[in-house]
């Protein structure tokens, strides 16, 4: 924990969300505090287990050259003996965001920052859309929007990305960076001048292109992670009940236009909506 804490990059995030979903189980860290984690005793795990598995929704993932049968007798064998038990507890949705701006002092050389908001669930019908719109702004891609306003025309950051996490009953957006706190307003100012391109200016047909075949390109090269993979097909079954090929999201990609991406822009990126969370060198 205090190795965590000490790694404003890794911490950031998670201060991040307990923001962005004040007073909510989404927003609470994961790994507890010293007092809960030195108290937890033998029978805290059995308890636990006991009121939150459901072992109707364990998914068995597996990429490799391997038949359906023997990886069914192999799951048999290792896990078909798992007695049966079953979860009532409800999910609490999500409700009340608020944008807000804080600022925290940290034994930290420069500042770091995240900037977001609530956004689309799960199920929402324009999630692709606005996954594509964020990897336009501030995706791995060298040729993002951000990175070639913040690191290679000013020289403000190292690196600046752009991440959306869906929920089923909410989702966030939220861009991070660092930079020297001297630069910290400006950066800020240039992320707001991004979104103002991407809501009132059109992409054009070029542009659009582009975007579709890199994300396209990332797409495919994260199938080549065969640990990634499993993992997204077992996310896929556990929040949608299906795995959507690749082909079907790469047809998917190709209906989207430029007026797709123009509305989702205006949808989602008002600067009033986005909170920030600043960590500055003390």
Not at 191 to 204: R, V
């Amino acid at each position: 924990m205090a190795l965590y804490r000490d790694t404003p990059e890794d911490s950031l995030q998670d201060d991040f969300d307990e923001i962005i979903f004040q007073n909510h189980a989404l927003g609470r860290n994961i790994l507890g505090t010293e007092e809960t984690v030195s108290s937890f005793k033998k029978e805290d795990f059995i308890n636990f287990i006991g009121k939150h598995i459901d072992t109707s929704k364990i998914i068995l993932s597996s990429v490799g050259s391997f038949s359906f049968n023997k990886i069914l007798k192999l799951a048999e064998k290792y896990v078909g003996d798992i007695q049966q038990m079953s979860s009532n507890r409800n999910r609490i949705d999500y409700q009340g965001y608020k944008p807000v701006n804080i600022e925290v002092r940290k034994p930290i050389s420069q500042a770091h920052c995240a900037v977001g908001t609530t956004t689309y669930p799960l199920q929402h019908p324009d999630r692709l859309k606005l996954f594509m719109l964020l990897n336009i702004l501030g995706g791995p891609g060298m040729n993002s929007r951000l990175n070639l306003s913040l690191r290679e025309k000013y020289g403000y950051v190292n690196g600046i990305a752009a991440s959306y996490s869906p929920f089923p009953d909410t989702g966030a957006l939220g861009i991070y960076f660092a930079t020297e706190q001297r630069n910290l307003k400006k950066s800020l100012q240039l992320i707001w001048k991004e979104f103002d391109k991407l809501k009132n200016q059109s992409m054009g047909r070029l542009q659009l292109h582009t975007a579709k075949q890199q994300l396209k390109g990332q797409l495919a090269m994260s199938e080549e992670n065969y640990s990634g993979m499993m993992l997204m097909m077992a996310k896929s079954m556990l929040d949608l009940n299906e795995i959507i090929s690749i082909d079907t999201i790469f047809n998917k990609i190709d209906q989207v236009t430029a007026y797709d991406l123009l509305e989702i822009a205006n949808d989602v990126l008002e600067k009033d909506q986005m909170s920030v969370l600043s960590y500055l060198p003390e």
